[in-house]
Structures are given as C-alpha cells and as structure tokens.
C-alpha cells in the first residue's frame, strides 16, 4: 500500500506542469468570455464595462461581411476535410503495393516531412511558387500565357488554400492507412487470388473493407474541425485583396479585435463558433461511437 502510494505521488508530480499549463492558458484566460456580453472597455475592466446582453451576437449576424465568411469557412474547411481524407487514402493504397521496401521508406519519408514544416516558413515557399516570377508563371509562360500573381486572385484562392495543405499533411494522414493496411490477414489476399481476383478487386473487396472502420472514424472526427479552416495557413498567405473567398472566422476574429480593437465583437464571434464546435466534436464522437464502434475513453 505504501509504494502504491509512492507512485501516486510521483505521478501527480509527473503531471502537475501539465496541469499547470491548462490552468494558466486553457481555464483561466475562460473568464475573458465575458466581454462577449459587454460593451468592453479597457479602461473600465470586465468589472465596470457596461452590459450589452446579446447584442453583440444580434449585430454580428446583421453585418454584411458575417455570412460571406461563415461561407468562406464552410467551404474551406469541409474542403480539406474531404480531400485529407481522400488524397492519403488513395495514396496509402498505391504505397502499399509496392513491393520495393527501401524506395517505398523512401517515398514515404519524403511526403511525411512538410508536417513538420510550420506554414510560417511554407507560406513564403508557396508565395515564392505562386509569384510574379515563380515556377507556376514559368510553366504556363511556356505555353504562351501571361504571367499573373495568383495570390491575388479571389477566384482561385481557396483551390490553392486547400490543395496546399493537402499537400502539407497528405504524408502524415497516408501513415494511419498504412498502420490500418498492417492489420489485413494476408491469408485473404491469398483466397482472393485463388478465386481469380486481380489487384484491382483485391483491393474493392478486401482491403476497403479491411480498413473501412478507421475511414469511418477519421471521416466522422473531421466533422468536429469543421469550423477550423485554419487560421496559420490562412494568415500567412492571404491579403486584402482576397478577403472575399479567404476570409475565415479565425482571421476574421483577429482583424476585429486585435486590429480594430472591436474586443466585444471580436469575442461574441469566437465564443458562438466554440459553442458550435463544441456540439459538432460532441456529435461526431457520438457518431464515431455508433458507426465505427469507436470510444474516446
């Protein structure tokens, strides 16, 4: 009893800094919602500011630019989560039948690094490729057309927004397959082959449905980022000239209260999208739990 005893100590040690991390960043900074019912003024404090109810909400939804970026976040956002889901898939099943074991760690290890590439440091890489004088202009001034900044284009920003984080985390996603693909028993490819079947059905009725419970789960857990259309990616490639197709809550929040000191505004916005992001995580671990069998604890 006493060493149990012991251990509990000094697994309570172990994650105090962790506990203290999430009070001091996570609960504390919680009192700050507040302001969404406020008239916040800095001077006055949460104390003394004045209480506004739920007009900051009622004044969000009346302004004109609120939709076109809820819109813009939607889209975005379901975007990613589709083609994060598809992209890795599709590749994991082409990795996984390589037969060349080195040029297959290979590939992998390759498009499993710009993961750990912040998009402060890839933002000035795709900025670069999609310049006046970048590699995209280089190729289509091959074929004859007229060099353009495409970064500036509100038409196509989200189609480079999206593909480029693909492209970030397709390698990282495409590991989980892989783990998934581990856990086929060969002996049903061996039956497969026996009745006749090629690659091609090997792979429809054997290892689809082999790994169909982790496509299950990721797909129904991206339903809880729905509304994280990603804010690092975002800020750091867009400009006003896109605001348009690229303006997301995250950015729109930040330009409100950090720039145009609209805290009130600024906070009723991030604390609706939480509570919604709230119930959709909620609901996608429900479902996650009823289709794929799936439990978080």
């Not at 789960?217 to 804010?231: K, Q, S, T």
């Amino acid at each position: 009893m006493k060493r149990h005893t012991v251990l509990q100590v000094h697994y309570g040690i172990m994650i105090l800094p962790g506990l203290l991390w999430l009070a001091l960043f996570s609960i504390v900074p919680m009192y700050g919602i507040v302001m969404a019912f406020q008239d916040f003024n800095p001077g006055r404090g949460f104390f003394r500011s004045r209480w506004t109810g739920l007009e900051n909400f009622k004044y969000l939804f009346m302004l004109g630019d609120s939709v076109q970026v809820i819109i813009n976040t939607l889209v975005i956002a379901v975007g990613k989560m589709v083609l994060n889901l598809v992209v890795p898939l599709v590749f994991a099943l082409l990795l996984n039948e390589l037969r060349l074991r080195t040029f297959k760690k290979v590939v992998q290890t390759i498009v499993y690094l710009p993961h750990f590439i912040s998009w402060v440091v890839l933002a000035s890489v795709v900025l670069n490729i999609f310049g006046y004088q970048g590699v995209i202009n280089s190729i289509t001034g091959f074929f004859g057309a007229d060099p353009k900044v495409w970064m500036t284009d509100a038409s196509i920003f989200r189609q480079i927004v999206i593909g480029t984080e693909v492209w970030k985390e397709f390698g990282y996603n495409a590991v989980i397959f892989l783990a998934a693909l581990t856990g086929i028993n060969p002996n049903l490819y061996e039956a497969a082959s026996i009745d006749g079947a090629g690659r091609l059905r090997s792979t429809w009725h054997v290892t689809l449905p082999g790994i169909a419970s982790t496509i299950v789960v990721l797909g129904v857990l991206g339903l809880g980022n729905v509304l994280n259309a990603g804010f690092d990616q975002i800020y750091n490639l867009y400009n006003p000239l896109v605001y348009s197709t690229g303006d997301i809550i995250d950015t729109w929040v930040y330009r409100m209260g950090l720039i145009n000191l609209q805290f009130s505004l600024a906070t009723a916005a991030g604390l609706l999208k939480s509570a919604v992001s709230f119930v959709l995580i909620v609901s996608s671990y429900l479902a996650a739990y009823k289709f794929a069998d799936y439990k978080v604890f």
